[in-house]
């Protein structure tokens, strides 16, 4: 007798546990934040990775507070140091995936480690957004289904400006840029475009000081010895401020030859050089101060108001990739990998400078840049006649991706 | 058709880029013509000028006027920098003079590493523009042509502070003292002058002098984070050319260097990555001590408390087969992730074992040991991405690539010695380094190879871990055999006294050109076994700071001894692995480990242990 009541209990209690298991775990399942990943160059380039950090932190922090993805589960982002080189770079991926079990990945900053990274998640078949890398390869010759990339790249960067500069009247151009992939990159695709867009324009000189280590006099002087009318610039940061300086002494930059010249805009760059912003050249970059569309006004109150710093171009950078995350699980509604690919294929996404999508052909974002002339006002340089170049107007045709990209 | 004078401007551009370099180089040629310490740090010293001088100019032009404030603050920067190179010398050198001398190279690194991120921690990460030089902001027309003011003041400050130096040391009974240093420093403290005195006023001297550049630099270019690691390398190949320790060398190798450039850009756009080591190798090809410089004294190497290999004893071969045992087991116990870095480390101790196996057995340090170990990689990975080879015989191809690079480079390299020696195996690594950087078509460039992943058989985890675990142990057990063979004994003769071995018939040359390449080829496996854990390759693979890390691995965990590079690999790996995911300035905190083992190991781990075991065996 108490052996069946106590069978009889025991069934029960396992029917009782059998029916409340699957709600408990559920319900569980739905307070468990998701795990995502993020990997950058946070020591090494730091100039780039506090903002960068900054604005994703903003997004994802507004997102939780707001009731976060998914019917209310919060976004975890573990966030790591990827070292600088590939191969520290792999191995943090694969502590984040293997270790911490994070859903997907996002970050990276520098062109080979967004590649190795990229390559990393198709041969583990995980989803990685690249932020910042510029590498035309990592959504062409070398892209692959799983990686996708928010920042318009070199040959959509460089387009705009050879459109911008084909009126400016100059038709023997010298090119400057840093020896290594980006500005090889960017000079070839200068030199394409220019062919394309102005058949009598010709290239007379191109230098390729190393990175870092630009020997401006001698560049500049050699750069004259060709006596161009026009210059496209790649070079960045300490080799830019030391071309600037001397070639506007050395009469290279005398105000009457155009220039065209990467990134230059970006506040990241301009910021620094104050006063000495090269007037009258046709730049890229990000002209935070001057938009004023009501997103991008909430954008940069919300970001001063938490940093008290101003927004660069990263800022906005990590802060539309924190809602690419959210619209990207709100969408999908799971975490697997294949439809989480395929979901973010043509997925839409809001920022602050308007909807984006990430291409379904190359998984290139359509985010674009502002496209404008450098002044200087009050001591420091801005950029002026300035106009949203739409990254969908610029990316790589259908049949150029279809001829560099290989099959999925 | 080119204006002529044209050629003259030029000549004055390489001009004022060769008093820049003039100006790092000569503080650390007579930093090590005095102390004999390879300064690593000398880069940051020259970063450090830069920022005191941005920091001082702010600070003193407002109240003394711009031109007296800002020709003030120039001095007063390299004075400050000068201070801080003695703060260095007393805090850290003073305590490991008597340890092998390397270490202080170790140490100078730990610096280097601390004040990279010091100095975005002090000054913000974004580059800082300085003022202009007061007086010097415009143009001057020469022949036609216009240039700039303020490189004429460059152009004048070379020759100017050689000839202060030239003052300093013929003039006065201090640089005399430096002059004797530099020929002879135990004659020098044999004859009771106080050597640390000394080598705290030249540290002064270097210091101040790289503080003097790279305030110099600020009307030219922003301060800025990367200062330090772009001209440390240059700095090295000038004073090298030049020949360590010799002023007028440094002068002349840098007006060579930059001359070079200035007109070389003109033929070829690309030569400024590589021509500096390419002028390096061909100088210490044909001039062995550089173009000025002397024989290093035969000081033996120094290595203080060096005693020789013994075989192991039963208690450590014991405890080395419980390790195997551990290392066989450890997959049971561990994720995915730890299995891949212990596996990392495997590679890494091949790779330190095989530098110690020239430096400890055979005597000759080498600062670009990367060289092998990337040649394995892209050799393995060229095969793979344009032979079509599978893993299998691609991991066939590293060893080989890397030992045909070695038996290449080494046949040029074991014809010199000491730090001339390891600088032309420094230029060598960054010629191959450059060449798969500029090789876009088939290297891809800087952005390198992708897709590089083991077979389908060995794509498990632990499957590749076992496999690492063979391969890169059966290299180790390999070369730790061959120090122990008639030819391991030889190379070790060769090290401790070229002079009887000549004189008994050996050909060292030869055994040490086959070392060399033996331990590149090992270099080279740890390469290849590498790169199919990782899936690619880069550039950074052949790169100085890879040269680096196999440098501090073998240093930290004790050279002239067999365990140490392997004890020096695992704690140095497995350090950087659990450092980085904990705060952005890992780096400084790997630094201050490196410098505070550095003075609490003097012996390196290895060395520590060893006498830790035998003072227990002894009682």
Sequence with gaps: MLRRTFVIAGTALLAAAAAFQPATVKQAAAQEPVKVGELFSYARIAAFADPYRNGWQLAIGEINEAGGVMGGRQIEVISRDD???????????????????????????????GLAVGD?????????????????????????????????????QTKMLVEAGKNAGAKRWAIVAPNYEYGQSAAENFKKLLAEMDPEAEVVVEQYPALGKIDAGATVQAMLAANPDGVFNATFAGDQAKLVREGTLRGLFDGERPVLSLLTGEPEYLAPMGAEAPEGWIVTGYPWEQIESEQHTRFVEAYQAKYDDFPRLASLLGYAL???VKTLLDTAGTTDTETLVDTLKGLKVETPIGPIAFRAIDNQSTMGAYVGTLAVEDGQGKMVDWYYADGADYAHSEAEVEAARPAE | MIDPAFYVIQFLNGLASASNLFLIACGLTIIFGVTRIVNFAHGSFYMLGAYFAFTLTATIMPALGDALGFWLAIPVAAVGVGLFAVLMELLLLRRIYRSHELFQLLATFGVVL???????????????????APGFTSFVVILGFRFPEYQLVLIAAGPLVLGGLW?????????????????????????????????????????????????????????????????????FVVTVIGGMGNVLGAFLAALIIAQLQAFGILVFPEITLVLPFLVMALVLVVRPWGLLGTPEPMTGHGFAGDRPLKPLGRRAQL???????????????????????????????????????????????SFGHAAYFGLGAYGAALAVKHLDFAMEPALLAAPLAAGAGALLFGWFVVRLS?????????????????????????????????????SAWASDVTVYYYLSLILCGAAIAFLWRASYAPFGYTLRAGRDSPLRCDAIGINLKRHQWLGFALAGTCAGLAGGVFVFSKGNVDPGALSIPTSVDALVMVLLGGIQTLTGPLLGAAAFHLLEAYILPLTDYWRAIVGLIIVVLVIAFPQGLAGFLRERLAGEESR
Excluded: C, H
């Design chain 1, 120 to 156: 990393y998640a198709k041969q583990k078949k995980i989803l990685f957004i690249a932020a910042e890398p510029l590498t035309d390869a990592l959504t062409m010759a070398q892209g692959n289904r799983y990686t996708f990339r928010m920042r318009p790249n070199t040959y959509m």
């Design chain 2, 167 to 235: 003052l300093l040391f013929n003039r006065t009974r201090w640089g005399t003292l430096v002059r004797a240093a530099t020929q002879d420093r135990e004659m020098v403290g044999a004859l009771g002058v106080n050597q640390s005195v000394l080598f705290t006023g030249v540290l002064f001297l270097g210091g101040a002098l790289a503080g003097l550049a790279g305030a110099l630099q600020m009307p030219v270019e922003p301060a800025n984070p990367f200062m330090d690691i772009n001209i440390i390398a240059e700095a």
């Design chain 2, 418 to 454: 000491g730090v001339y020696l390891a600088m032309l195996t420094l230029a060598f690594a960054q010629i191959a380094w450059s060449t798969a950087f500029q090789w876009v078509e088939l290297t891809g460039g800087d952005n390198g190879m992708i897709g590089i992943w083991p």
């Design chain 1, 322 to 324: 924190g809602y690419t």
């Design chain 2, 319 to 365: 405890g080395l087969a419980a390790l195997v045992a551990v290392l066989l087991l450890l997959p049971l116990g561990l994720g995915d992730y730890t299995e891949k870095l212990v596996l990392e480390v495997f590679v890494f101790a091949l790779f330190a074992f095989s530098l110690n196996f020239i430096m400890g057995a055979g005597g000759m340090v």
């Design chain 1, 83 to 113: 070292g600088g080189t590939t191969a520290d770079a792999v191995r943090v991926a694969e502590e984040l995936v293997t270790g911490e079990g994070v859903s997907f990945l996002f970050g990276t900053f520098f062109s080979n480690i």
């Design chain 2, 114 to 132: 601390i004040v990279q991120d010091l100095v975005p921690a002090i000054w913000g990460p974004e580059e800082l523009f300085g003022p202009r």
